[in-house]
């Protein structure tokens, strides 16, 4: 039973509950995202943050003082170097370790965190490799500690609501998904923001676009869909097959930002602006996937799911119901539907949650990542989640390299789906 009562300096305490042991959760990465993972687990209330590990000691210190400010102990600080984290993990009083470092960092400060005995939480995309996908799986299996994508938008009010219509049957049984990572992300990839990187020059994140062409960001659309149809519990992805466009638009806007001569206005990068991926499932259901980060354009999550009955779509925030929408072929607002099929978490926590980011999904995702931990309990997102919805990045990379082939997907399973339970994605 939750109380509901103590605030701590953040202005929200979901887990302040009198008289249990505090969960321990360790950071490593603690930059943009990772700084505020760091809040989200503080304003939980009944956690407590002992160790943080980072490369920068200025959001090292950055991290610690956010700590100390709250009346906590100093966290201890680890920044020795890129393995310092193992130093972090092998402490005995922590019960979780949460990873937000850069994407090639994922895999290894996870599998060093579930061989530790921890409860591993890491941010997308898990895996860049199908080995390190497959590794994730093997370490989680044989330690039996839990590894939980960080994937957000699973746990967006509309996802939620649309899960529970597709439970209920509204859409009928369904045939395809489509879902998009499109957000302009330019300025993070040749910095823009003098406060994060000297202007102009290409980040981590800009050298992955620069080395590797296909979908780089596919956890944030696949996460949502993989829920929706059941993907490793009742179906499974079997074939992936991706297309790259040209690449033009981030030499287009470098020279545009720092003029023609610039390195990074002459630099080759691999990434075409515009990704497509198609994937197929064993049940036959399909699903159009679609990256870029490069363009000028709204941010777009697409978020369409089709069904024998009917049709919702993310992108215009609409659906249609064969025999219930009141006018045939025409689409009707989803805020309706949002109200009778709001989740209970959000229905308990929705004012609490959007204090948070990304609309009050981050403190969704960080909750029940937490009360997995505190109750020993299997996270809703498991290994098998993570494995697959980030194995799209290397299938594509692959697929786009071998001029389009089309690829089959792992079973990380190993057979399991077939009679593996729905998602849950957690209750208040
Ligand atoms: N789920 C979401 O909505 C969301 C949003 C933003 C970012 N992200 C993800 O979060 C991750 C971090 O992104 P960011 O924007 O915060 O990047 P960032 O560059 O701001 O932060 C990364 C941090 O990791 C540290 N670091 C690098 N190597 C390290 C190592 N070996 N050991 C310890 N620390 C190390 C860096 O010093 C930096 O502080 C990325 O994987 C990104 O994809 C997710």
């Excluded at 994922?106 to 497959?134: F, Q």
């Excluded at 036959?284 to 679609?290: Q, S």
């Amino acid at each position: 039973m939750l109380i509901l009562s103590r605030r701590n300096f953040l202005g929200s305490a979901a887990f302040a509950q009198s008289g249990e042991r505090k969960v321990r959760v360790g950071f490593i990465g603690v930059g943009s995202r990772g700084t505020s993972l760091l809040r989200g687990v503080l304003a939980l209330g009944g956690t407590e943050v002992p160790a943080i590990c980072d490369i920068n000691e200025a959001h090292l210190k950055r991290a610690q003082d956010l700590v100390e400010k709250t009346g906590a102990k100093r966290p201890q600080g680890y920044a020795a170097g890129p393995e310092d984290f193992l130093k972090l993990v092998a402490r005995d009083d922590l019960d979780a370790v949460i990873n937000a470092g850069p994407w090639e960092w994922h895999t290894p400060m996870s599998v060093a965190t579930m061989k530790a005995g921890k409860y591993a939480a890491t941010e997308v995309p898990a895996a860049m490799t199908i080995e390190e996908c497959w590794e994730l799986v093997d370490v989680s299996e044989k330690t039996g500690m839990p590894c939980m994508i960080l994937e957000n938008v699973c746990y967006f009010r509309n996802v939620l609501a649309v899960l529970a219509m597709i439970r209920q049957g509204l859409l009928g049984s369904l045939s395809h998904c489509e879902g998009g990572y499109q957000h302009d992300v330019r300025g993070a990839l040749l910095w823009r923001d003098p406060a994060r990187g000297t202007p102009g020059e290409i980040s981590w994140r800009g050298l992955h676009m620069a080395g590797k062409n296909g979908n780089l960001y596919p956890t944030h659309p696949i996460g949502p869909i993989g829920w929706w149809l059941d993907i490793n519990r009742g179906d499974r992805f079997t074939k992936l097959v991706s297309m790259s466009s040209l690449s033009q638009g981030l030499n287009d806007y470098a020279a545009t930002k720092w003029g023609a001569d610039h390195h990074n206005a002459k630099r080759v990068y691999n990434q075409g602006d515009v990704n497509v991926s198609l994937i197929r499932t064993e049940r036959g259901r399909t699903v159009t996937l679609y990256f870029d980060t490069i363009s000028p354009r709204p941010y777009d999550l697409i978020l369409r799911v089709q069904g024998t009955r009917g049709i919702y779509s993310g992108t215009l925030d609409k659906i249609y119901v064969e025999g219930r929408s009141p006018k045939r072929e025409d689409w009707e607002p989803f805020a309706p539907y949002q109200k009778e099929f709001d989740h209970p978490l959000w229905k308990t926590f929705g004012p609490e949650a959007m204090k948070q980011g990304h609309g009050g999904a981050d403190f969704m995702e960080l909750y029940q990542f937490i009360k997995a931990v505190r109750n020993k309990t299997q996270t809703p997102i498991d290994v098998y989640d993570t494995a697959a919805w980030s194995a799209v990045l290397p299938l594509s990379i692959r697929s786009v390299e071998r001029g389009s082939d089309p690829l089959e997907f792992p079973d990380f399973t190993r057979g399991k789906w077939r009679t593996r339970k729905p998602v849950d994605p957690g209750d208040v």
